[in-house]
């Protein structure tokens, strides 16, 4: 889950799926809880007003916890996001580029099924331009035993 702060800054080389998907779920842990406290801060807006759900306990500790979580992970995110795509031997601009894509409204959305096909799939196997293989699927030579 962590591995992704270790090599935060690091935006060469190649991430394996489990390195981008336990990341992934490591975001999930800590957004859900996050918003859900964001949420019960909010219901008390429809009975008190807007002010009382701002100053609410739960909304405080739910909304500094997504700004601390999102300083914290910002970066370690887009470098797993580019080491993923170098995993297809794909330059990280594409991910860059998709990245700003999935945010136009409306269309977006393909964008974002393109980035949730590279990351789901495979990478290459054996050594590519961004470096060896991961998982280690390669042993250097051509027989398969």
Known sequence: MFEAFNNYADFSGRASRSEYWWFQLLNLLVVLPAAFLVGVGMGSASVQGMEAASSSTPFLIGVTMLVFWVLIAFVPSLSVGVRRFH?????GWWYFGLL???MIPYIGFIGSLAMLWVTVRAGTWGP???GPDPVNRWRGDTTFA
């Open 87 to 91: 995993d297809h031997n794909v330059s």
């Open 100 to 102: 700003v894509f999935s």
């Open 128 to 130: 590519n331009n961004f």
